[in-house]
């Protein structure tokens, strides 16, 4: 039950942020950037303070110097350089959509040996992902795939819900077991 929160969580986020990119691509994208360049040099100041507060081995061992000095350096990267970040971010999501693609391809295939029939809307959500995934990366950056980028957000989010919600029944030697929650 909680894993199933979980995801239905993580959709709920897809969906507003879908949402939010149809609204103003280039902004939300901005936005994004900037506050992940904010949080890497928090964390990467937090990482330097923590080894020079720990022992000398400590602080060798888990590479706290080298952690927090990336951080603050990769921080201070998206923020100096947020044009060049958004130009290639398109891809990144594509990228991040086609492995979510195959990951979903390796649970639709794991349902099937399970002879769990959510297989089946499991594989169409996969084959959807890789699909969209695809058509993003081959797509130079525009304004009509940020509002691809968007729908399709939305419609994994979608997809992601009534698969979860509605994960059928589970075989287990011939006896139909049906999933408790």
């Not at 603050?72 to 958004?86: R, S, Y």
């Not at 130009?87 to 991040?96: E, M, R």
């Not at 795939?145 to 698969?163: E, K, N, P, S």
């Amino acid at each position: 039950m909680k894993q199933k929160l979980s995801g239905i969580g993580l959709a709920v986020i897809e969906i507003i942020v879908g949402i939010l990119i149809l609204i103003d691509p280039s902004g939300l994208t901005k936005a994004i950037i900037t506050v992940a360049g904010i949080v890497l040099i928090v964390m990467g100041a937090i990482s330097l303070i923590n080894y020079f507060r720990s022992d000398p081995v400590g602080g060798v061992l888990r590479q706290g110097m080298t952690t927090g000095l990336m951080e603050v350096a990769i921080g201070f990267f998206c923020l100096v350089k947020t044009g060049w970040i958004v130009s290639v971010f398109d891809t990144v999501i594509g990228l991040a959509i086609l492995i979510s693609g195959v990951s979903k391809l390796g649970m639709a295939i794991d349902f099937m040996r399970l002879k769990d029939s959510s297989w089946k809307p499991a594989l169409i959500n996969a084959f959807v992902t890789l699909v969209c995934a695809i058509i993003i990366v081959s797509i130079s950056a525009s304004d009509a795939l940020w509002i691809f980028i968007g729908i399709v957000l939305i419609v994994q989010a979608a997809l992601d819900i009534v698969t979860t919600f509605f994960p059928g029944k589970k075989k287990d030697e011939g006896v139909v077991v049906e999933e408790q929650e």
